[in-house]
């Protein structure tokens, strides 16, 4: 099982950034896909939220209308889109895929800051 995460970095407050997590070694079509991260000295938390098959994503009101989670499934790649990012979005963003066994990815830094 791999996990190849990229497009984190630094970012001033109201930027983009698109994270990507190309997966292998496992069948991704049929997992639930989720977006976590985790701030120095907090504890880990889910920021989107995806299905299998149909089903309307679903996000917290923390990040809700700035963060869109999307799956392609014929390149095994699940990726997250962070528009108006803030000073608090900075963060490990990790993504984890579940289904009869959870994977998670390593993360990856993202720092908002002017």
């Known amino acids: 099982v791999q996990f190849v995460e990229s497009g984190g970095g630094s970012v001033q407050p109201g930027g983009s950034l698109r994270l990507s997590c190309e997966t292998s070694?496992?069948?991704?079509?049929?997992?639930?896909l989720t977006w976590y991260r985790q701030a120095p000295g907090e504890e880990r938390e889910w920021v989107a939220w995806?299905?299998?098959?149909?089903?309307?994503?679903d996000y917290p009101d923390s990040v809700k209308g700035r963060f869109t989670i999307s799956r392609d499934d014929s390149k095994n790649t699940m990726y997250l889109q962070m528009n108006n990012l803030k000073p608090e979005d900075t963060a490990v963003y990790y993504c984890?895929?579940?289904?009869?066994?959870?994977?998670w990815g390593r993360g990856i830094q993202v720092t908002v800051s002017s």
């Open positions: 995806m299905g299998a098959t149909d089903g309307e994503p």
């Open positions: 984890k895929a579940s289904g009869l066994k959870t994977y």
């Open positions: 070694g496992f069948p991704f079509s049929i997992q639930i």
